[in-house]
C-alpha cells in the first residue's frame, strides 16, 4: 500500500515552508518565483540536515528532525529531545522519531546500547543501506542493515553510518561509498 505523504507548515514558518511526514521540507515560494521547490540539503558534519531558512531578511538554520517533531506535534517541552528511535540522524520520517527527556536520550546513545537491538531496529523499519563502487557507481548490494554491512566486511562498528552521514567528512568505509536505501 502506498503512503501518502502528508505536509504541513513548519512552525514560525507558515506559507513559506512546509515538512512533510516523509522527512522531507519545501518552499512555497523559491526565490521569490512562487514556485514550490523541494529544499536540497546535505547531511552536515555532526550527521543531522540542517535546513536553512529565510523570513523577514535573516537566515536562520535548523535540525530538520525538530521541524518535522514540531508540525505534527506542537511545540518541544522544555527538557526535552526528539530522537530517532533507529540511531540514524539522516532518517527523519515522523514515525523514526519520539520525544524523550535529556538523561533517557543520553543513556539511549551511550556505548552501552546493545547492537542487537540497534540492528534489529534497523531491520524492522526497513533501514536499507546501499553498498556502492566508488569508481562505477554501481550498486555492489543491498544490505538489511549497517550492522549487518558491517559484520559481514568486519568494518568497525558505526563506520558504515558514518558514511552514510559524512560524519567527520568521510564519505566511504571499506573503500566502498554507503547510501540509504529508499
Known amino acids: 500500500m502506498k503512503h501518502n505523504e502528508i505536509w504541513k507548515p513548519v512552525m514560525g514558518y507558515e506559507g513559506l515552508f512546509m515538512v512533510s511526514d516523509c522527512g522531507r521540507i519545501k518552499s512555497m515560494n523559491y526565490n521569490g518565483t512562487g514556485k514550490e521547490m523541494l529544499l536540497n540539503l546535505s547531511i552536515k558534519y555532526d550527521g543531522y540536515y540542517k535546513?536553512?531558512?529565510?523570513?523577514?531578511?535573516?537566515?536562520k538554520t535548523f535540525r530538520l528532525h525538530r521541524l518535522v517533531w514540531?508540525?505534527?506535534?506542537g511545540a518541544i517541552p522544555d527538557g526535552m529531545v526528539v530522537d530517532h528511535i533507529n540511531f540514524n540522524r539522516a532518517d527523519n520520517r515522523l514515525s523514526n522519531l519520539?520525544?524523550?527527556?535529556?538523561g533517557d536520550n543520553a543513556r539511549k546513545r551511550s556505548d552501552g546500547v546493545d547492537e542487537?537491538?540497534?540492528?534489529?531496529?534497523q531491520e524492522r523499519l526497513g533501514i536499507r543501506v546501499l553498498q556502492i563502487n566508488p569508481s562505477t557507481g554501481e550498486i555492489v548490494r543491498t544490505w538489511k542493515t549497517m550492522r549487518e554491512a558491517?559484520?559481514?566486511?568486519g568494518l568497525a562498528n558505526g563506520s558504515v553510518s558514518n558514511a552514510v552521514r559524512h560524519v567527520r567528512g568521510l564519505k566511504t568505509a571499506g573503500g566502498y561509498k554507503?547510501?540509504?536505501a529508499q
Do not use: I
Not at 70 to 73: G, I, K, Y
Not at 116 to 121: G, S
Open 178 to 180: 554507503w547510501t540509504l
Open 51 to 59: 535546513p536553512t531558512l529565510y523570513k523577514d531578511g535573516k537566515y
Open 116 to 121: 542487537k537491538q540497534r540492528e534489529a531496529v
Open 70 to 73: 514540531e508540525a505534527f506535534n
Open 150 to 153: 558491517e559484520r559481514v566486511l
Open 98 to 102: 519520539q520525544l524523550l527527556s535529556r
